[in-house]
T-cell receptor, first 115, second 116 residues
């Protein structure tokens, strides 16, 4: 069973640029969630995709957007990068089950640095 | 909204010492509760979970009991090892506002260092 993978591992961008981060979900999982983890903080929920549609969003501006593809892999796009966007971006996949108490499995993350 | 409060670290223990990391939560619904662990340079790994009141989650010698009356989910281990050194996150999962979105809400994390 293949786990959650993310690419790239590290990325350095300049303020104002755009970035795309990628995530491959665990085999059989149809839901992908993205989280931002600032240094020394807990992860903050950005949004979730279920069967290719956005299924909830956290308190992040519209310049954070995403996609989910038919194979359930996902992209996170961030436009007009700001210095505060520097963080570890985590992708988590899950299989929505009856009752909704499914587990989320995390990838290793992409470390984004904005200069 | 939902929130999770963890005891602030860092926590430094000697090998074989007893560990407790306190976690309390606020939620509007009936959340599931989780402990995740993050080793240096890695993503999050699920350590244990509990889905309803009085459930006890356990894994690798770690335990936590879902206490609805005190809205708590404290993590305990009877004898820690050097390999347990990591950051521990308490989290809850609850249905979003009217939808099927089970997002995780995390605490700020507690750094545990275990010395030989």
């Amino acid at each position: 069973e293949t786990g959650v993978t993310q690419s790239p591992t590290h990325l350095i961008k300049t303020r104002g640029q755009q970035v795309t981060l990628r995530c491959s979900s665990q085999s059989g999982h149809n839901t992908v969630s993205w989280y931002q983890q600032a240094l020394g903080q807990g992860p903050q929920f950005i949004f979730q995709y279920y069967r290719e549609e956005e299924n909830g969003r956290g308190n992040f501006p519209p310049r954070f957007s995403g996609l989910q593809f038919p194979n359930y892999s996902s992209e996170l796009n961030v436009n007009a990068l700001e210095l505060d966007d520097s963080a570890l971006y985590l992708c988590a996949s899950s299989l929505e089950a009856g009752g909704g108490t499914y587990e989320q499995y995390f990838g290793p993350g992409t470390r984004l640095t904005v200069t | 909204g939902d929130s999770v409060t963890q005891m602030e670290g860092p926590v430094t223990l000697s090998e074989e010492a007893f560990l407790t990391i306190n976690c309390t939560y606020t939620a509007t619904g009936y959340p599931s509760l989780f402990w995740y662990v993050q080793y240096p340079g890695e993503g999050l790994q699920l350590l244990l979970k509990a889905t309803k009141a009085d459930d006890k989650g356990s894994n690798k010698g770690f335990e936590a009991t879902y206490r609805k009356e005190t809205t708590s989910f404290h993590l305990e281990k009877g004898s820690v090892q050097v390999s347990d050194s990591a950051v521990y996150f308490c989290a809850l999962s609850d249905r979003g506002s009217g939808g099927s979105n089970y997002k995780l809400t995390f605490g700020k994390g507690t750094l545990l260092t275990v010395n030989p």
